[in-house]
């Protein structure tokens, strides 16, 4: 994301003249009281937004202090999380509010979205139920066009399946994820709308749809 990010967090940039966690806060799920976010890199500008309350909701900080991968960035809120059934979300996708509490109506469940070429994401295949059967980090060759946002609903099972290292030294929960559907079901639910923001291009698209998807969903 440089230059954009030489002076802020890529959390901090805005669309539509706010900045992309106020967005996401914006769509949580009314019943949604806590959050606890995970920082690294200006972690501490973060901080200082949106203090300990945001929104009526109560923040609390996890340090990732290598990017370590989705898995680790998990790990880390171990501790505060415990059993408890949560929502994960990543910290630079935009997703409409409706989806993701369609979401909440499952005791597990992943938010995806078909697209033309998914092999940039985690893909999901699920059968005539909705129940994942496969998931796979950024295939070479896809199974699916289901691409996994980065809405997830989970609880303290998930901790009973390591990630594995992989050679860039990353952790990813799709690893977590392919062990947890051997044992207990996951159902998934469709994304009406979703932005990654990986690169500037992607913060340009998102500010030239953001206000048109908004108003529609």
């Known amino acids: 994301m440089r230059p954009l990010t030489l002076e802020k967090p890529k959390q901090l940039l805005e669309i539509a003249g706010r900045p992309i966690l106020v967005r996401i806060f914006e769509n949580l799920p009314d019943e949604i009281g806590e959050v606890v976010l995970v920082v690294g890199y200006m972690g501490d500008k973060i901080r200082d937004y949106f203090g300990d309350k945001f929104l009526g909701r109560k923040i609390r900080y996890v340090e990732q202090k290598e990017k370590l991968g989705t898995a680790d960035a998990l790990w880390s809120c171990r501790d505060i999380l415990g059993e408890e059934r949560f929502l994960m979300l990543y910290g630079d996708d935009i ?3 409706e989806s993701i509490e369609r ?3 499952h005791d597990l ?3 995806v979205k078909e ?3 998914p092999r940039r994401f985690g893909v999901v295949v699920a059968d ?4 994942v059967i496969d998931i ?3 295939p070479e060759v896809p199974l699916s066009s289901l691409a996994s946002t980065g809405v997830k609903v989970l609880d303290g099972r998930i901790f009973d399946y390591p990630a594995r290292q992989h050679p860039n030294g990353e952790y990813y ?5 392919a062990q947890l559907i051997k044992n207990h079901d996951i159902f998934v639910e469709h994304a009406k709308f979703w932005f990654s923001i990986a690169t500037p291009e992607d913060l340009k698209k998102v500010n030239e749809s953001f206000k048109i998807f908004s108003e529609k969903y």
């Open 115 to 117: 697209v033309g070429d």
């Open 136 to 138: 796979v980090e950024k």
């Open 128 to 131: 005539e139920r909705g129940r």
């Open 109 to 111: 469940a992943l938010l």
């Open 95 to 97: 997703l409409d509010k």
């Open 173 to 177: 929960i799709t690893d977590s994820l």
């Open 103 to 105: 979401c909440l109506t």
